[in-house]
């Protein structure tokens, strides 16, 4: 049973994006407010990304070009904006940077981290920059509702391991892309 209260999401969204968000993207569907369907994006790219009922959590901010920038020079060495970043928990990637994994300067032992009890397991945190999307979604010629998305969803499939460094990678990780946009009724 794969159930939302398995799942903890901690979403952030940077003024003047939540607002941005409203009337960019919801616009007459003022039902819903930009965090629910921010959520509801976050659970179709979990239903996804996990497999079985691991109860985790995660984050979610959506910020500014010069957050992001900051965020890719100081952990990644690329001293440019991105559209989104991934800090995972749990799996390695080309986010270390040349310096390489964090746990390589700090001596941890040889132990795995216990959570206090009732706890989720943490994945990780996913960073998007909503300026960084619109310039895309424009380039695209797509709306910005479909870019948003997309950067969240392979921002959570890139905290449970996936990657894009290797064809066969790509491929699979565009398909779990393609499977979460059509949960959310969003054409790829």
Known sequence: MNSQQDRQVYLSVDEPFSGRI???ILGDDQGTSPEDWLLGIVQAALDVALEGTEAVQMSL??????TV???????RG?????DVLSFSAEHPGHWEGE???????????DFDFVMPPGEHSPLGEVIVSYPQAQRQAEERGEP????LALLVVHGVLHLVGHDHLEPDETELMQAKERTALTKLNIKT
């Open 22 to 24: 409203l009337s960019d």
């Open 144 to 147: 910005l509702e479909h870019e």
């Open 78 to 82: 690329l001293d440019e904006v991105t």
């Open 99 to 109: 310096a390489g994994p964090l746990s390589d300067s700090v001596e941890t032992g």
């Open 61 to 66: 901010v959506i910020t500014d070009d010069e």
């Open 69 to 75: 920038h900051s965020l890719n020079a100081q952990f």
